[in-house]
T-cell receptor
Framework: AQKVTQAQTEISVVEKEDVTLDCVYE???????LFWYKQPPSGELVFLIRRNSFDEQNEISGRYSWNFQKSTSSFNFTITASQVVDSAVYFCALSDGNYGQNFVFGPGTRLSVLP | DAGITQSPRHKVTETGTPVTLRCHQTENHRYMYWYRQDPGHGLRLIHY???????DKGEVSDGYSVSRSKTEDFLLTLESATSSQTSVYFC?????????????FGPGTRLTVT
């Protein structure tokens, strides 16, 4: 069975600090896909990134970066120079690559960025 | 914007009453999903659909039924609402991206069962 763990329930940082959100996953599939979503206080779910299991390159998008390590089954998300607008709940998710019936979410990490 | 709307956006109902939530999409996606979001659990799949009249159960399907008579609409019904069904409900679609699918979500429906 697939499982996603986000051990950090809540994190508070002061603006401009860097922060890393941890995601650890479990799967028996050799091909799988990892995702991060953002849920701001307004409640909608915003897709951030998808990573394939066969591509371990890290990715950077502006202040966001993602570190995928198969050896430790982790897909961590770092926000550099955090801003108040980054305050949200962040979800990590895992899929087996099919049309989505096996899309598993972690419990989420609530990030508060204080001014 | 995946063109997904949900109605109603907020609803308060009493225990034992039937409730139907509607998900509407405008882009002819084949796959649609209903999730519930509860603190500490992330999102959990209730039911999903892989075509008109084709549906299947997810992780937390007890107490819920679904129907899909048209591609664009996916209905979630609570036959007799209970307080444990107080939650935020999200509809999602899957969109093919390369070798896999990405899920995009509607705005959510906040349901309170008193």
């Amino acid at each position: 069975a697939q499982k996603v763990t986000q051990a950090q329930t809540e994190i508070s940082v002061v603006e401009k600090e860097d922060v890393t959100l941890d995601c650890v996953y479990e799967t028996r599939d050799t091909t799988y896909y990892l995702f991060w979503y953002k849920q701001p206080p307004s409640g909608e779910l915003v897709f951030l990134i998808r990573r394939n299991s066969f591509d371990e390159q890290n990715e950077i998008s502006g202040r966001y970066s993602w570190n995928f390590q198969k050896s430790t089954s982790s897909f961590n998300f770092t926000i550099t120079a955090s801003q108040v607008v980054d305050s949200a709940v962040y979800f990590c998710a895992l899929s087996d690559g099919n049309y989505g019936q096996n899309f598993v979410f972690g419990p989420g990490t609530r990030l508060s960025v204080l001014p | 914007d995946a063109g997904i709307t949900q109605s109603p956006r907020h609803k308060v109902t009493e225990t034992g009453t039937p409730v139907t939530l509607r998900c509407h999409q405008t882009e002819n996606h084949r796959y649609m999903y209903w999730y519930r979001q509860d603190p500490g659990h992330g999102l959990r799949l209730i039911h999903y659909s892989y075509g008109v009249k084709d549906t299947d159960k997810g992780e937390v399907s007890d107490g819920y039924s679904v129907s899909r008579s048209k591609t664009e609409d996916f209905l979630l019904t609570l036959e007799s609402a209970t307080s444990s069904q107080t939650s935020v409900y999200f509809c999602a679609i899957s969109e093919r991206q390369g070798m896999t699918y990405e899920q995009y979500f509607g705005p959510g429906t906040r349901l309170t069962v008193t």
